[in-house]
């Protein structure tokens, strides 16, 4: 190691409990999307604002010349540009300042957005996904100022708004738009498990939201047995939405077990490329009680799949999947499905052997004391996707234990925030290089 980088991680070291101390700080701040479904939008915006402004303090105090980018009234990204001194490539670490929900408040061992510090955790609404990834990016650049370390590049510190409901247009899109771009990126997303360090993810899946709509025909619950054999009165005298829903719900899970089976990827485990019914309402029009058949169903699916497939690919497959099933039923062939889809996320995927995950292996390996990074593909989606559709590639590397993300008690490992920040420096370093003198 060289006297430079032996600085650089002495700095983050000496950082270490300021740096939980604002990561604690940005976890009081409530910063739920406003247009996350269940919000009401007048009473949540604002505080992810107010994470923007926390980040560009720090930004600030790193050296950065910062802007901001405001799209919506209270939603503002923090740009930080700590600009080279010319000749180097131009590095960005991108995070956003959004959070889910805290969930059931009684299922949280203390209060959500209230930071509580163990030995080696830090836990709160936000520690994983995705606070602490921007805090550490910052220390990183803060670290390098404190080093003395002038890099030849732009390094670039994003704190953007909308991730955690696809709303890029008005978070990483519009900064990107604005003028903040660089050569490469690293999103500062949890990559980490329990008990390790943070993986190298150069590939994410495509993510698609979509609902199926079905339409009944309601009669009192006490006709039930004269609908549903067909040698009776059948769907003459009734239908129940629910009954009809299982044939779309067994179309839809054998297709999720084919995917299991054969949409295999080196970087993903097998079965993670799924289908997920996690909506379902279903009820008679204008009535909650189970006295009359359900003459409406509307269910939501959440859809991961092979980044090696578009996004246009895989509807076609679920709707023909969809409609094949029905085929048969002589209610659906009349009264087929109605699909709304609702949210279209390609996926991503770093070419092989781009040139910024070596400087990064490298960067860990060096900051870890001589452990390489896993690799592996990512557990969700990200703003990677709508980098690469404005020409700028990169990777997902972040502290956080993944499976925390959106869950109660959500936390992330002190030596993950620690290791991330000395990456994400000395990735700097060797990217940007470092100035002449």
């Known amino acids: 190691?060289?006297?430079?980088?032996?600085?650089?991680?002495?700095?983050?070291?000496?950082?270490?409990?300021?740096?939980?101390?604002?990561?604690?700080?940005?976890?009081?701040?409530?910063?739920?999307?406003?247009?996350?479904?269940?919000?009401?939008?007048?009473?949540?915006?604002?505080?992810?604002?107010?994470?923007?402004?926390?980040?560009?303090?720090?930004?600030?105090?790193?050296?950065?010349?910062?802007?901001?980018?405001?799209?919506?009234?209270?939603?503002?990204?923090?740009?930080?540009?700590?600009?080279?001194?010319?000749?180097?490539?131009?590095?960005?670490?991108?995070?956003?300042?959004?959070?889910?929900?805290?969930?059931?408040?009684?299922?949280?061992?203390?209060?959500?957005?209230?930071?509580?510090?163990?030995?080696?955790?830090?836990?709160?609404?936000?520690?994983?996904?995705?606070?602490?990834?921007?805090?550490?990016?910052?220390?990183?650049?803060?670290?390098?100022?404190?080093?003395?370390?002038?890099?030849?590049?732009?390094?670039m510190l994003q704190a953007v708004v909308g991730e955690e409901v696809g709303d890029h247009e008005a978070g990483t899109t519009a900064v990107l738009e604005a003028g903040y771009r660089a050569d490469a990126a690293i999103v500062c997303e949890p990559s980490g498990q329990a008990g390790t360090l943070p993986a190298s993810v150069p590939v994410t899946p495509g993510l698609l939201w979509f609902s199926i709509s079905l339409e009944g025909r309601t009669a009192h619950s006490g006709l039930r047995g004269m609908t549903i054999h067909p040698t009776l009165e059948g769907d003459e005298l009734g239908v129940n939405t629910i009954d009809k829903f299982w044939l779309v719900y067994q179309a839809l899970r054998g297709l999720e077990d084919e995917w299991a089976r054969h949409n295999r990827h080196p970087l993903f485990p097998p079965g993670y490329f799924n289908?997920?019914?996690?909506?379902?309402?279903?009820?008679?029009?204008?009535?909650?009680?189970?006295?009359?058949?359900?003459?409406?169903?509307?269910?939501?699916?959440?859809?991961?799949?092979?980044?090696?497939?578009?996004?246009?690919?895989?509807?076609?497959?679920?709707?023909?999947r969809v409609v094949n099933a029905c085929h048969n039923d002589p209610w659906l062939r009349e009264h087929p499905p109605v699909f709304e889809w609702k949210l279209l996320w390609p996926p991503y995927a770093l070419p092989e052997g781009a040139p910024l995950e070596a400087v990064l292996l490298d960067a860990h390996t060096l900051a870890s004391g001589g452990t390489a990074p896993a690799r592996t593909g990512f557990m969700g989606v990200c703003d990677l996707t709508w980098m690469d559709r404005k020409g700028i590639g990169g990777l997902v590397y972040g502290p956080g234990v993944g499976f925390t993300a959106h869950a109660e008690n959500e936390y992330v490992e002190i030596a993950q925030l620690v290791q991330s920040a000395k990456t994400y420096a000395l990735t700097a370093m060797k990217w940007c290089g470092l100035a002449d003198d």
């Open 275 to 320: 289908l997920l019914p996690g909506v379902l309402r279903a009820n008679p029009s204008g009535i909650l009680v189970p006295f009359f058949l359900a003459d409406e169903l509307t269910v939501e699916y959440c859809v991961y799949h092979h980044p090696d497939r578009s996004n246009e690919e895989v509807m076609a497959e679920i709707e023909e």
């Open 1 to 155: 190691m060289n006297e430079t980088a032996k600085r650089v991680i002495d700095e983050v070291d000496r950082l270490t409990d300021r740096m939980i101390g604002s990561l604690a700080d940005a976890i009081a701040l409530p910063s739920v999307n406003p247009k996350y479904p269940g919000q009401t939008y007048e009473e949540v915006v604002g505080a992810e604002g107010d994470v923007s402004a926390l980040l560009a303090d720090l930004y600030r105090e790193a050296g950065a010349e910062v802007g901001t980018v405001t799209v919506e009234r209270g939603r503002d990204n923090a740009c930080g540009v700590v600009g080279g001194t010319g000749g180097g490539r131009s590095l960005l670490l991108n995070g956003h300042v959004d959070v889910v929900p805290p969930g059931r408040l009684d299922r949280w061992r203390g209060e959500p957005f209230r930071a509580r510090i163990t030995d080696d955790t830090v836990i709160g609404r936000g520690a994983t996904d995705m606070k602490s990834g921007l805090i550490a990016a910052a220390y990183a650049a803060l670290a390098l100022r404190r080093a003395g370390v002038r890099l030849a590049g732009d390094l």
